[in-house]
């Protein structure tokens, strides 16, 4: 029996050809109301002008989302004469840094928006055009879910640029609903044995979670939820940013450089923590889980508590695998798609929700909110999956993979369902802060919980 039995199918395969490029203009649809709404939310000066050094200025995020979706889809899969060839340097990722990017004569915000508006115009042309078979870049549309989900990264990422830009408030959403269970165990022993982790069936799924493999896991406990603000006060009261032995030699040496005393956006007051999100201060929510902390941050945290970060292939099998079957799931709830009672993704909410706010998303072995909220830091280091192909170009993921970056999992609120999967994996700097990052902890079983092999 192969590996790919053992994972649940995607029904987009099942659509008929029609369908499916409904499907892929929905989904390119709804990426682009976003980008919309986050760029109309502010003037031009806001646009333009960079609000840190860590980012793009909002109008270099927006004609890149373009300029990447005219390569793709309107030459490559469209055959069709370039639009602006002319831009192609100024909006590559990989010839300018973030910090030099507003000095580069960038399209304005007039032009940046006129010139997306004809690409999506082209693209959706192709989109009725185009074969759906015959090449693996068209099978299944992939093409096209492939810059519906480079969109949602930077509409996230634009997101992550609005949390760190002054002014009053631009952005408005409802509030994340409120617990809806009761008391539950802390932690849940995940039994050792093997597992299907990554994909070879999920069609838009991108290189780097490819293809499907058997990994042995030992067995090991991991909280039930993320950390929590509250969780995370009680190291800050503890004295933990001060205790060189919770932290590691290079986390150490990072908090002394840049005098990091709490999570990014936390200020002490007289009367407790406050912080700002997106132009508001309010008191730091003891039961949402922690937000905008280092990998380093996380790592210290989980030594103070007397655990670890979980690895990669221990926070998809607590995410994935079902006891019951022996499958891997395409998400922790099932194989059905994310709906507001499973997840808090796609900017509906601009925060958290509190621990337990989504008693529908839980995995069969009982993890919660795995999906969603904040991005989880593992300690596994950012590397390839046996068999590994690079697709459709080495600097997606290839050129990533090192001891450099550390891998993320899970999605934050800021990111949309068609962007995240059981599957997906993000990769970071172990510095960064301004991302919505938390972690949830993991420990080696006792002998008397039956760990081990």
């Known amino acids: 029996m192969t590996t790919t039995?053992?994972?649940?199918p995607n029904p987009l395969s099942e659509l008929s050809p029609q369908d499916l490029r409904e499907h892929a203009a929905r989904t390119l649809a709804g990426a682009r109301a976003r980008s919309v709404a986050l760029t109309d939310a502010v003037d031009d000066d806001d646009l333009t002008r960079q609000h840190s050094k860590l980012m793009s200025p909002l109008v270099w995020d927006l004609?890149?989302?373009?300029?990447?979706?005219?390569?793709?889809?309107?030459?490559d899969v469209g055959h069709r004469e370039p639009v602006r060839p002319d831009i192609d340097d100024l909006y590559d990722a990989f010839q300018h840094p973030r910090a030099d990017r507003p000095a580069l004569p960038l399209l304005g915000p007039a032009e940046a928006r006129a010139y997306v508006g004809e690409v999506r115009s082209k693209a959706l042309d192709v989109l009725e055009r185009a074969p759906l078979e015959g090449r693996a870049l068209t099978e299944t549309a992939f093409a096209f879910g492939m810059i519906a989900q480079h969109?949602?990264?930077?509409?996230?990422?634009?997101?992550?640029?609005?949390q760190l830009r002054h002014g009053e408030p631009v952005l408005r959403a409802d509030p994340p609903p409120p617990r809806r269970i009761g008391a539950v165990t802390p932690e849940v022993v995940v039994p050792a044995g093997t597992f299907v982790m990554g994909t070879s069936v999920e069609p838009w799924a991108l290189d780097n979670e490819r293809p499907a493999h058997e990994v042995h896991v030992d067995g090991?406990?991991?909280?039930?939820?993320?950390?929590?603000?509250?969780?995370?006060?009680?190291?800050?009261?503890?004295g933990g940013y001060a205790e060189r032995r919770w932290w590691s030699a290079a986390g150490w040496a990072y908090r002394h450089e840049h005098d990091i005393t709490a999570p990014r956006f936390w200020r002490r007051e007289p009367d407790g923590w406050w912080r700002s999100r997106f132009g508001v201060h309010e008191p730091v929510p003891a039961d949402e889980p922690v937000?905008?902390?280092?990998?380093?941050?996380?790592?210290?945290?989980?030594s103070w508590a007397g655990k670890?970060?979980?690895?990669?292939?221990?926070w998809e099998k607590a995410a994935r695998y079902d006891p019951a079957t022996g499958r891997s799931l395409r998400y922790p709830w099932g194989d059905g798609e994310p709906t507001p009672e499973h997840a808090n993704l796609g900017q509906r909410h601009l925060c958290p929700a509190v621990v337990g706010a989504y008693p529908q998303g839980a995995s069969p072995l009982g993890v919660h909110q795995l999906i969603g909220d904040v991005w989880e830091w593992t300690s596994s280091d950012f590397a390839p999956y046996p068999g590994f192909a690079a697709f459709p170009y080495r600097e997606y993921s290839e050129v990533f993979y090192g001891p450099e970056y550390k891998v993320l999992r899970g999605g934050s609120f800021g990111t949309d369902a068609v962007a995240i999967r059981g599957t997906f994996r993000n990769w970071?700097?172990?510095?960064?802060r301004q991302i919505f990052s938390g972690f949830r902890c993991a420990r080696d079983l006792r002998p008397d919980e039956g760990g081990g092999a």
């Open 428 to 432: 970071d700097y172990p510095i960064r």
């Open 220 to 238: 090991f406990a991991i909280d039930t939820f993320p950390v929590t603000n509250g969780q995370y006060q009680a190291f800050l009261d503890a």
């Open 63 to 75: 004609a890149h989302i373009g300029s990447q979706e005219e390569i793709w889809l309107v030459r």
């Open 291 to 302: 937000l905008h902390v280092s990998f380093h941050e996380a790592e210290a945290y989980a």
């Open 5 to 8: 039995h053992h994972e649940s």
């Open 151 to 162: 969109e949602q990264q930077h509409d996230e990422t634009m997101l992550a640029t609005h």
């Open 308 to 314: 670890r970060l979980p690895t990669e292939p221990e």
